[in-house]
């Protein structure tokens, strides 16, 4: 209790001091779009793994042939059809890698030992004694290399086509819409075949195969996103101030859409990369001495059940690679798509 004779000191009234200097401060830093975007993929476990995994592939897909003191199309028939083999674990039984084979009736034998070979061979040979690690690497870096030319060709020519055919819009956009119809409705296998029969069989007839009906899906995709755009307001502001119709286009339009053409170009390399095997394994893709993943497994195929090994490694590397791609894609448009933002 307050003594009666004690009095109140006025300065216990006074108001509190509240510095207003940091009332309106952010304490977090703002984020664009692509440091917002980026957080995202970083909390996608699968798609950082895989993105590690795309790194580790296409470094090797270079590296990889040099490793080897030996050339992808040299041939060594005294070492043909030779197990995989690495140094140091060799003599592990129960290791894939220790330069033994199974015979039908369930006995191993070691082909090195019986024909005195010392060298060591880390995804064996093929029929032709060439280094299976060779050609495995430099067929991943063909099939590498076409995937990301034709997805190229189709990110340029069907963003360009599908930006123009929306943006000018009228009996314009249906004669452009009519053509894509028409090239959709060709099958991709006609094209290769008619491809191989102007041009020599390889990359080049491959590509062109993919580019010619491949930019369809992407021109589409633009088309609508232009649709959409065409009448927001800062186009409108551009075309009041005076700029061009394709300064309009490719400096405010696409800028704007950079998130589903990037979603889109990743789902086509896995696309393209399965279709040059599919070409490469019927015989339609790469000639010999030049390897492919598909030229790899067709090769392997052919002697699947007495050597498994020359089939099995090419398949886990191509299947790893349209995995890792695809993780990879699924993991952007999470990231890029709002209508995806959680």
């Known amino acids: 209790m307050i003594n009666k004779e004690q009095t109140i000191s006025k300065d216990l009234f006074a108001p509190a001091h509240v510095d207003l200097s940091n009332s309106e401060k952010i304490s977090k830093p703002s984020l664009n779009f692509w440091q917002d975007s980026w957080l995202r993929v970083r909390k996608n476990k699968g798609a950082v793994v895989s993105l590690v995994l795309m790194v580790i592939l296409i470094v090797m897909a270079f590296i990889g042939p040099l490793l080897t003191p030996y050339a992808y199309d040299a041939q060594n028939t005294a070492h043909a059809n030779l197990p995989p083999r690495i140094q140091g674990i060799d003599h592990i039984s129960w290791l894939p890698f220790n330069g033994e084979l199974t015979r039908k009736d369930g006995t191993s034998y070691n082909p090195y030992e019986m024909r005195n070979i010392k060298q060591y061979y880390w995804f064996g040979t093929d029929s032709l004694g060439r280094d299976q690690f060779a050609r495995v690497w430099k067929g991943t870096q063909i099939s590498l290399l076409i995937a990301f030319v034709a997805a190229l060709m189709d990110m340029l020519i069907g963003v360009s086509y599908g930006a123009f055919s929306g943006y000018i819009g009228g009996p314009v956009d249906n004669v452009m819409q009519r053509i894509v119809e028409v090239i959709m409705g060709i099958p991709n296998l006609i094209i290769v075949v008619l491809m191989i029969l102007v041009l020599k069989p390889g990359i080049t007839p491959i590509i062109i195969a993919i580019s010619i009906t491949g930019w ?52 086509s390399i896995p696309n393209a990369i399965f279709f040059e095997a599919f070409l490469s394994f019927i015989g339609l893709g790469l000639q010999e001495p030049k390897a492919s993943l598909g030229t790899l497994i067709n090769d392997g195929f052919t002697s699947m059940i007495a050597f498994p090994y ?19 894609a699924d993991g952007l448009r999470d990231a890029l798509d709002p209508k995806m933002r959680d």
Do not use: C, W
């Not at 005076?242 to 789902?267: L, R, V």
């Not at 398949?315 to 990879?328: E, K, P, Q, R």
């Open 216 to 267: 369809t899906g992407m021109a589409r995709v633009v088309r609508a996103q232009v649709l959409k755009f065409k009448n927001q307001e800062y186009v409108l502001a551009a075309k009041t101030l005076g700029a061009s119709d394709t300064s309009i286009i490719f400096k405010h339009m696409i800028p704007n859409m950079f998130g589903i053409i990037i979603i889109n170009t990743m789902f």
């Open 310 to 328: 020359q089939m099995i490694i090419p398949a886990i590397m191509i299947s790893l690679i349209m995995i890792v791609f695809n993780l990879i």
